[in-house]
């Protein structure tokens, strides 16, 4: 339709100079959604993805949990069911059998009502919406995140409001965690500022702290009135063992103090897409929780306004049902152990191809990813040569690995070791 | 050991007011008298005032378990499928801005979620530019201008003595504002007034923008929910696309595909070439990836499967058109019974001359605490009533309790 305007300019003329967004440029594409892009377009039929941590069956196929598509159905059948919009602070059920979950339902915590829990987009958005409230709310607006730690958490806190600075973790030279490093930075750290702890199968390096460290992390971040912030996005799927994986959470929190836990459903329920989380913020007392709660409902409402039904009513009816949580567990292990398997049959191989190097660190890390230790220049060689997709940091996703793809995968790291320094 | 501190980190965290929009609907729930009615947020409800889930989301919901897809992440810019249609539906699938791949379409929480997207878009690459809202607007607005640090002011919007648009003082505002500020405005169906520009008047607001190399930004969460066609409802947004404007569109399909709680919407930004689009597409995904990483897949995959069959659209535009028709069947039954009722010779006909949810009653604060102390009736306090809540059957009651309100209280 021309427009008979006489007025009418060229399209976006004006000020801007042929287009109002002239200035906005091209921004990369995200490193580890970017692997996926890069894997989708090699026509190689050798080609493995071990990039984005999505778990993958034996087939190499993604899985959605029998139990998942259970309560799917009873949700489907119900008649009773609307959508109407939830409250601000989401799935009242879902968040406190959230709550149960990680914290324990015996947790004093729980039973004194001082645990203030509301529904989230997955970890992301737990961990956006509770940086939000911090960077309002809290004096000390520093948070220590490990290094190296998940890509996007800089970018979250940042964007939070809050300023980023890391602690030592990974040590290169053992491919284990740098005790000694991380408890002298966080001894630095100034007195109050936030801490962010993985809370089991730490990503990207899968290596944690022991019990006994946990606990002087925890003896050491109380003395200096340290803000503990956990991200738990592997509850269940590192172990196989649901309270094994947050045995680190509870000890801080059975210890009296706060702490803000950052949950996610996607790995561990395979709701990825469905954007399942919870933020809980462990509070001295009811009233603090109360109001606390209060001010989250404000950084939410102006964000998305309340969060989508779909997810959090799949685990509410997962989580409520003993028969359901029951299958769920078994279905939770069976990933657990096929992704243990594969550690096992990966460092076996590297074994028998007498790959120089010590490898034991592949079935001494824990949960979804394996930092190889590989460098980029290393990676590169897999990529182009053996058509591996995996992160520059040397990352890999043992949730993309089958036992027929492991034999491809030790030839890849072999040759890359050998021929690449 | 136990922790030294005894005094919570959080102890100076003061208790937030409830939101004035939802916190209604908690006050209506509590409210024990049989009488009651609750006019307060804008969800849709029956006759028989029950909350109502499509015929056609029922459907793609029971299709989509039977085909058993998989639950992995979708992109950072949401489901294509969903993102197609999606601008499709907002164009016109034959409009050039489409052929010619310039709208850059991002999957967004619902409209919130969208015009947070927008306002952060804005606050990184127009820093220095304001945000122009209309007084009143939906009260949300201002927090999410605020909360993405995106500076605004208001423009002229309501007239209380014409229960009408004061159009002059809209134009004035908006020539007065900085050259390249973005201006809200609402695509139909104004919330919470009801009250839309004419054609003409449309005209005449692309004229001051273009002259004031403004930027329109189109709040669109009731396309076809309005006047029952979707097409009649994108009216303001194709005419400013057609006059050559960049523009952008924050939409929502909680309302006119009852889709609520699934948080489904998008941000759709016009460019002037498919080279910015595809510019702006990645620069919106930067923002959106420290928010929420990527999108929720359920509710789009609803819109996908429903606007992208054929059958399934066509059952919708007929869901879509007896939803708007029954509220304009209550707008009229309302009047009628203030024309009946009220003796004063008050004209009450901007009740049928307003349009959609909402209708704003120019009940006052106190007028508007009246109707809820002494009639039980919930509304927000700047005596917006939802028109979605109301029934034929409770049309004169409400009727009785606007016309005491406004005569007898001050």
Redesign the interface.
């Known amino acids: 339709m021309a427009s008979q305007n006489p007025i009418a300019p060229s399209p976006a003329a004006g000020i801007y100079g042929g287009s109002v967004f002239a200035n906005v440029v091209q921004a990369p594409e995200d490193p580890i959604l970017g692997v996926t892009v890069a894997y989708n377009k090699d026509p190689s039929p050798v080609k493995v993805n071990l990039g984005v941590g999505a778990y993958r069956t034996e087939e190499g196929k993604p899985l959605v949990l029998n139990v998942v598509r259970r309560a799917e159905q009873l949700l489907l059948n119900d008649p009773s069911r609307v959508k109407e919009y939830l409250p601000i602070t989401g799935l009242a059920d879902f968040n406190k059998l959230s709550a149960k979950l990680i914290f324990g339902a015996d947790s004093p915590a729980i039973q004194e009502n001082r645990v203030a829990t509301v529904q989230c987009l997955s970890g992301t958005g737990s961990l956006r919406v509770g940086g939000e409230f911090l960077a309002r709310h809290y004096h000390e607006r520093t948070i220590y995140i490990p290094q190296p730690t998940w890509g996007n958490h800089p970018k979250v806190f940042t964007l939070a409001g809050l300023s980023v600075k890391s602690y030592r973790y990974y040590d290169p030279t053992t491919r284990g965690l740098n005790f000694e490093g991380l408890l002298a930075d966080l001894s630095a750290a100034p007195p109050g500022a936030i801490v962010l702890l993985h809370a089991c199968a730490h990503n990207p390096t899968g290596v944690d702290p022991t019990l006994d460290q946990w606990e002087q992390i925890r003896l050491l971040m109380r003395s200096k009135g340290l803000l503990p912030f956990f991200d738990s996005a592997y509850q269940g799927f590192a172990s196989g063992n649901l309270d094994a994986d947050a045995q680190s959470v509870r000890m801080f929190v059975a210890d009296g103090g706060e702490c803000l836990m950052a949950q996610s459903y996607a790995k561990n329920m395979g709701l990825y897409g469905e954007r399942v989380g919870a933020l809980s913020i462990v509070c001295k007392s009811a009233d603090v929780a109360t109001r606390v709660e209060s001010q989250l409902k404000l950084v939410i409402r102006p964000m998305y306004s309340n969060p989508p039904i779909h997810g959090a009513s799949i685990v509410a009816t997962i989580l409520k049902d003993r028969e359901l949580y029951h299958e769920w567990t078994i279905e939770l292990k069976a990933m657990a152990d096929r992704i243990i398997n594969m550690r096992q049959l990966l460092f076996d191989a590297l074994r028998a191809r007498g790959t120089p190097g010590d490898w034991s660190h592949i079935i001494k890390q824990i949960g979804m990813f394996t930092f190889t230790g590989l460098n980029t220049e290393q990676v590169t060689f897999m990529t182009k040569e053996y058509h591996i997709y995996m992160t520059s940091d040397g990352r890999i996703s043992m949730a993309g690995l089958s036992s027929k793809t492991v034999p491809h995968l030790a030839d890849a790291i072999h040759a890359a070791v050998t021929r690449m320094k | 050991?136990?922790?030294?501190?005894?005094?919570?980190?959080?102890?100076?965290?003061?208790?937030?007011p409830p939101?004035p929009i939802?916190g209604v609907s908690e006050a209506f729930r509590a409210d024990t008298n049989d009488l009651k009615l609750n006019l307060g947020?804008g969800?849709y409800r029956t006759e028989e005032l029950q909350?109502?889930?499509l015929n056609v989301?029922k459907k793609a919901?029971?299709l989509m378990?039977e085909r058993?897809e998989?639950?992995?992440?979708?992109?950072?810019e949401g489901l294509a499928a969903f993102n197609k249609v999606t601008a499709e539906l907002l164009f016109g699938a034959d409009n050039s801005v489409i052929q010619e791949g310039r709208v850059a379409t991002i999957q967004g929480?619902?409209g919130?979620?969208s015009l947070?997207l927008a306002a952060a878009f804005i606050q990184r690459?127009f820093p220095d530019a304001k945000a122009l809202i209309s007084s009143p607007t939906w009260g949300?607005h201002k927090?999410?201008f605020?909360?993405?640090r995106v500076p605004w002011s208001e423009y002229r919007y309501f007239d209380p003595r014409t229960v009408g648009l004061d159009f002059d003082g809209m134009v004035a505002d908006i020539k007065a504002a900085p050259?390249?500020s973005f201006v809200l405005l609402h695509g139909c169906a104004h919330n919470p007034t009801g009250i839309d520009p004419t054609p003409e008047q449309w005209?005449k607001i692309?004229?001051v923008i273009?002259?004031k190399?403004h930027?329109p930004f189109f709040d669109v969460a009731y396309q076809g929910f309005a006047s029952g066609s979707l097409d009649a409802d994108a009216y303001s947004i194709r005419l400013f696309v057609?006059?050559?404007?960049?523009l952008l569109v924050a939409q929502s399909y909680?309302k006119n595909l009852?889709?609520?709680?699934?948080?489904i919407g998008a941000i759709n930004?016009v460019?002037?070439?498919s080279d910015?689009g595809?510019?702006?597409k990645?620069?919106l995904?930067?923002?959106a990836?420290?928010?929420?990483?990527?999108?929720?897949?359920?509710?789009a995959r609803i819109v996908a499967n429903v606007v992208g069959d054929p059958n399934l659209f066509n059952e919708w535009k007929q869901e879509m058109e007896l939803m708007a028709g029954r509220i304009k069947n209550v707008r009229r039954r309302l009047y009628e019974n203030l024309s009946q009722k009220d003796k004063s010779g008050k004209d009450w006909s901007f009740v049928l001359k307003q349009i959609g949810m909402f209708s704003y009653t120019g009940l006052h604060k106190a007028q508007s605490d009246h109707m809820t102390d002494k009639w039980h009736i919930y509304m927000t306090k700047d005596g917006r009533i939802s028109l979605a809540g109301l029934s034929l059957s409770k049309c004169e009651y409400l009727a009785d309790a606007i016309i005491d309100s406004f005569h007898n209280v001050n």
């Open positions: 050991m136990t922790v030294s501190v005894n005094v919570s980190r959080f102890e100076g965290v003061t208790m937030a939101d939802l947020v969800a909350p109502y889930v989301v919901e029971k378990l058993g998989n639950k992995e992440y979708l992109p950072i929480l619902s919130t979620g947070r690459y949300n927090n999410i605020n909360d993405a050259d390249g005209e692309a004229d273009q002259e190399n930027i057609s006059r050559g404007f960049e909680s009852g889709l609520y709680a699934e948080r930004v460019c002037s070439s910015a595809t510019r702006v990645s620069q995904k930067r923002l990836r420290p928010m929420y990483s990527n999108p929720p897949v359920h509710g």
